[in-house]
């Protein structure tokens, strides 16, 4: 059975480095899931695999590439999938939201997906000022009309951006959507303030993006669509210069997920339980 996953998110949200680290654990076959037979295709991840080994940061993706990878991975109860992993330039999405226009290339993939994985930097996500978060007399300003161009909200501009998705599926109209499944994942999570990576990830949501948990909510079955947190690298990295705890322990030592309940993993692979008890 094929899983076609499809990885949504704009440039430096970390989709590489995450795909990087993930194929590292399946590798390993010490996670939830493990790699069966060889490895379909490594393009895209061996200059990432060779730069984590090295304590470095891999380079960014270019713009135009858009890369698929086929892995056999198997679950502890022997459900087997092919999961397709994608790995391309974030500009690419950005240009869809930007050009309010999704290329054939791009439609076919949505159609033939059967799950959504959206990564968010949600350490960038702020909810702007209005009359409930600061008096009216501030937003008044002299300084503040000098900037008072009107400009889409970051979640405002999510939620359109899925409200897209949604139309190009035929999905969401009158009922609430199950298939296909929407995982939201607030990336980065190392940058966050240390009360507010002490919480659940569907709470960070609320307080950094409430318009997008209230869509969400509204959107999707509450069994379909998933709120977690990851950390990729769990700390920052330079291509420039080496990090000698990742050479000395291996780069499997460090990332993690943040489950429902806010609970820590370093099995990456853990992310993907829903979409194979879905299977």
């Not at 059975?1 to 654990?25: C, P, W, Y």
């Not at 159609?111 to 937003?139: K, T």
Request: proline share 4%; charged share 25%; hydrophobic share 40%.
């Amino acid at each position: 059975m094929d899983a076609r996953i499809l990885l949504l998110g704009e440039s430096n949200v970390g989709k590489t480095h995450f795909g990087g680290q993930l194929l590292g654990r399946l590798n390993q076959e010490q996670g939830y899931l493990r790699m069966v037979g060889s490895v379909g295709s490594l393009a895209g991840y061996e200059e990432v695999l060779n730069a984590l080994n090295d304590g470095r940061a891999a380079q960014h993706t270019g713009a135009s590439q858009y890369i698929e990878s086929t892995w056999n991975v198997v679950d502890p109860d022997g459900m087997a999938i092919n999961l397709v992993w994608p790995d391309y330039g974030g500009e690419q999405v950005k240009a869809i939201r930007e050009r309010r226009a999704m290329p054939q290339a791009w439609r076919e993939r949505v159609l033939d997906s059967d799950a959504w994985v959206v990564m968010v930097r949600v350490h960038n996500m702020q909810v702007s000022d209005d009359i409930f978060s600061r008096p009216i007399g501030d937003l008044s300003s002299a300084e503040n009309r000098a900037h008072d161009t009107f400009e889409l909200s970051e979640q405002a501009r999510l939620v359109e951006f899925l409200q897209w998705m949604l139309f190009v599926k035929g999905k969401g109209q009158l009922k609430a959507v199950t298939t296909p499944q929407l995982m939201l994942v607030l990336s980065c999570w190392d940058e966050l303030p240390e009360q507010e990576a002490s919480m659940r990830p569907s709470t960070v949501l609320e307080r950094r993006m409430p318009l997008v948990a209230a869509f969400l909510r509204s959107n999707w079955e509450a069994d379909s669509v998933k709120v977690l947190g990851l950390s990729a690298l769990e700390r920052p990295l330079s291509e420039d210069s080496r990090d000698n705890d990742y050479i000395d322990q291996g780069p499997e030592q460090f990332g993690y997920i943040v489950d429902e309940l806010g609970n820590r993993s370093k099995d990456l692979t853990l992310m993907f339980k829903p979409f194979m008890r879905a299977g």
